[in-house]
């Protein structure tokens, strides 16, 4: 992946973030960064270069409420919650946040 590209990737995750965090904060829910997410931050002060999403954990109660809240909350805006739910192809047991004005195709 170009650095350009990978700047730009983690610009959008970033936007991404700071929605969720509105979110997480309005509503009282607590969460930790997890995984590449924790490590990047740790050793990088940032992203971990190569990485291209962000690994965020919520305890099961917040992340119910989340699920049930995300939906209404991004009604008016460009980011989705991609669920088992939501899209019956998403074969991930956990929910992702996507920013629908974003594209990015792998060859």
């Given at each position: 992946m170009s650095d350009i590209l990978?700047?730009?990737?983690?610009?959008?995750?970033?936007?991404?973030?700071n929605r969720f965090v509105q979110?997480?904060?309005?509503?009282?829910?607590h969460y930790v960064a997890t995984g590449g997410t924790l490590l990047g931050a740790i050793r990088h002060h940032g992203f971990i270069p190569?990485?291209?999403?962000?690994?965020?954990?919520?305890l099961r109660d917040d992340y119910q409420r989340f699920l049930k809240i995300a939906p209404k909350e991004f009604k008016n805006d460009h980011y989705f919650l991609q669920t088992p739910w939501?899209?019956?192809?998403f074969a991930l047991?956990?929910?992702?946040?996507?920013d629908q004005n974003t594209f990015i195709e792998e060859h």
């Open positions: 990978t700047q730009t990737i983690h610009q959008i995750e970033l936007g991404i973030f979110i997480a904060t309005k509503y009282h829910l190569w990485d291209d999403d962000m690994d965020i954990a919520m939501s899209d019956h192809n047991s956990y929910a992702k946040i996507l």
